[in-house]
């Protein structure tokens, strides 16, 4: 087995677990491990679903949201993206309920780029990372968190200005432009 399977060159031994707190989008739980200099402590893990992140781009323009965050006590514009408090059996599917409730958005190509962890120092959560085309728009259908989003259209030149002059901070939108880049470079 080697290292991205979980278990080669795992350093840590986990000795208990024990739930701290649940709600409906999480779980935070407290390991005692061992590690394998001989030290115990302790890791605090958040569980989380899986979520997805879209990347609408359409003849030279990309979709965006806004909404406030309030971990940072700010509005951020970022792609969007987002779960749904379940397991994930269909990460396309996923993937297509978020650009509508977010966007109104229905794409005609949807095109798999490739799976990241969110901040993994601390969650664990993957998020499945896709290419929306062909869109057509239709109405949105926001949760109750989100009621204060707003949709933005911009050119990619302005999107990639946005988030090298530090307008957009979102590491997961960053990341998601990063695979699209390299994913658009090899085709």
């Given at each position: 087995?080697?290292s991205?399977?979980g278990e080669?060159?795992?350093?840590?031994?986990?000795l208990?677990?024990?739930?701290?707190y649940?709600?409906?989008?999480?779980c935070l739980?407290?390991?005692?491990?061992?590690?394998?200099?001989?030290k115990?402590?302790?890791y605090?893990?958040v569980?989380k679903?899986?979520?997805?992140i879209?990347l609408?781009?359409e003849r030279d323009?990309?979709?965006?949201v806004?909404q406030?965050?309030?971990?940072i006590q700010?509005?951020a514009l970022e792609?969007?993206q987002g779960?749904?408090e379940?397991?994930?059996?269909?990460?396309?599917?996923l993937?297509r309920g978020e650009?509508?409730?977010e966007?109104g958005?229905?794409?005609?190509?949807m095109?798999?780029?490739?799976?990241?962890?969110?901040?993994?120092?601390?969650?664990?959560q993957?998020?499945?990372?896709?290419?929306?085309?062909?869109?057509?728009?239709?109405?949105t259908?926001?949760?109750?968190?989100e009621?204060?989003?707003?949709l933005?259209?911009?050119s990619v030149?302005?999107?990639?200005?946005k988030?090298?002059?530090?307008?957009?901070?979102d590491a997961?939108?960053?990341a998601?432009?990063g695979?699209?880049?390299m994913?658009?470079a090899?085709r």
């Open positions: 087995m080697n991205a399977d080669a060159g795992q350093s840590i031994t986990t208990s677990t024990r739930e701290i649940r709600n409906r989008w999480l739980r407290e390991d005692r491990i061992l590690r394998s200099n001989g115990e402590g302790i605090s893990v569980d679903d899986e979520c997805a879209i609408p781009i323009r990309v979709w965006l806004e406030f965050r309030y971990t700010e509005r792609l969007p779960g749904w379940m397991g994930v059996e269909d990460p396309e599917e993937a650009l509508k409730e966007t958005l229905q794409a005609a190509q095109t798999y780029l490739g799976v990241l962890w969110i901040a993994y120092g601390f969650t664990r993957k998020q499945h990372v896709f290419l929306a085309t062909g869109l057509t728009a239709t109405a259908d926001p949760d109750e968190e009621h204060d989003l707003t933005h259209s911009m030149a302005e999107f990639e200005q988030m090298l002059d530090g307008t957009i901070r997961s939108t960053l998601a432009w695979l699209y880049l994913w658009k090899r």
